[in-house]
DNA sequence: CGAACTTATTGAACATTGTTCAATTTTTCA
DNA sequence: TGAAAAATTGAACAATGTTCAATAAGTTCG
């Protein structure tokens, strides 16, 4: 069976190729802007193969996607083991902001192109596990935080919607550009002071 | 004069003609699904007409968004007559969210998408007013806020950004699916239920 | 070893896009 | 009316995602 285990290692090997060569080049040029041939001529491969291996564009896509999150999550479940549930509420969004301002194209392959979800749409997966299983670390700390006297009198399934909101958004405007030429006073740091005044919203009994 | 005043109100109407459909068709089955022939088709033009009338399929989108600014813009502003500001401000964000579920579409192009902002960069033109002064909106609801014992101790600017962030984050989730399938009790009410509990955090002095 | 069979790879070909521009039609006005 | 100006056309182009018959490489077994 050794041939037909290389084989299928060859495979997978040759797929990661594939996958990387596409990050590079969409983290280079951008999405948009890199062709299929242009994957194909970066692993010297042609362009047919590239469809042996995904079936479409959105499948790299969403294949990136879902790394992503695999990471995405990992870096946030680290988190979980802050005690303090106030303190890791504040730690979770600027672990959050850090990634997004320091993997802005995966971010936005994550949190906004119409591509990867698409391709999850028409795969027909019911369930987007990752994404579920990453908000559930934010609500289990908002739920955390009300147990020590926190948000009293309110629910914490929308609260944690929007407080995953504000940090979104700020990420999303940014990334966006919706914020560049507005005359706002910082805009390097905007994200960050507006997590700082955001926490001083959320941080009171 | 009168035939050259009539040839520019001619040119005019042709031009809007063009926006019009534009924009039916990109609610209809959206933007990238829209071929300049398909708009061509519905004016029962040639594709070559509109190139007369825009320079490319961004300078479109980007009138468009100019357009939908133009339009928020106006409802916002009617808010202004609420004289208590933080009634104003909960009345921003049920208006900003209205808007947003109700124009997904154009939403979408204002704040999500890249073209009209590439147009925008390209023109060269140094500061994008619509924004600005849909933000100065809320920038001076939040410090009168300030000034009626509100956000003691907090930096306007900074908040007035986050608490747009938390707003528009829930939008964009939504609309770009991403609080689909994930799990969340009540999808359809979401974004009005997270801004019920954000109020909630803010509404406190 | 080598022939039959399987798998992997290729790249020309196709349909669809945004965009251009020389040719054509329509309008203007002395 | 007829020549100049303006508006409109649609075939043609380059670039894109995608397909698939043809080719090459690798595997198996007598």
Redesign the interface.
């Known amino acids: 069976m050794s041939t037909t285990q290389r084989k299928a290692k060859e495979k997978e090997e040759l797929k990661e190729l594939i996958l990387q060569a596409a990050k590079n080049l969409f983290v280079e040029k951008g999405v948009e802007h890199t062709t299929m041939r242009n994957i194909a001529d970066a692993i010297q491969y042609s362009v047919g193969t590239i469809y042996v291996y995904y079936k479409d564009k959105n499948a790299i896509l969403y294949d990136l996607h879902s790394k992503g999150f695999q990471e995405f999550n990992n870096v946030m479940k680290v988190l979980m083991a802050v005690s303090d549930p106030m303190e890791r509420l504040k730690a979770l969004g600027r672990t959050y902001i850090k990634f997004a301002t320091e993997h802005t194209d995966m971010y936005d392959l994550m ?4 591509a990867p ?1 698409e391709f999850l ?1 028409n795969a027909e ?4 596990h990752q ?2 299983s990453t ?2 670390l934010l609500r289990t700390t908002v739920q955390e935080c009300k147990d020590q006297g926190y948000f009293q ?3 914490v ?3 944690s ?2 407080i ?7 990420c ?2 940014v990334i ?10 910082s805009p390097e740091t ?1 994200i960050e ?6 926490n ?3 941080d ?1 009994k």
Do not use: T, Y
Not at 125 to 128: A, E, K, P, T, V
Not at 176 to 185: D, E, K, L, T
Not at 193 to 198: A, N, T, V
């Open positions: 949190f906004n192109m119409k979800i749409c997966l019911d369930i987007w994404g579920k908000f559930n009198h309110q629910d399934e929308p609260l919607f929007a995953w909101g504000c940090v979104h958004g700020m999303s405007l966006r550009q919706r914020v560049h030429n507005i005359g706002v006073s905007i002071d507006g997590l700082e005044e955001f001083r919203l959320v009171r």
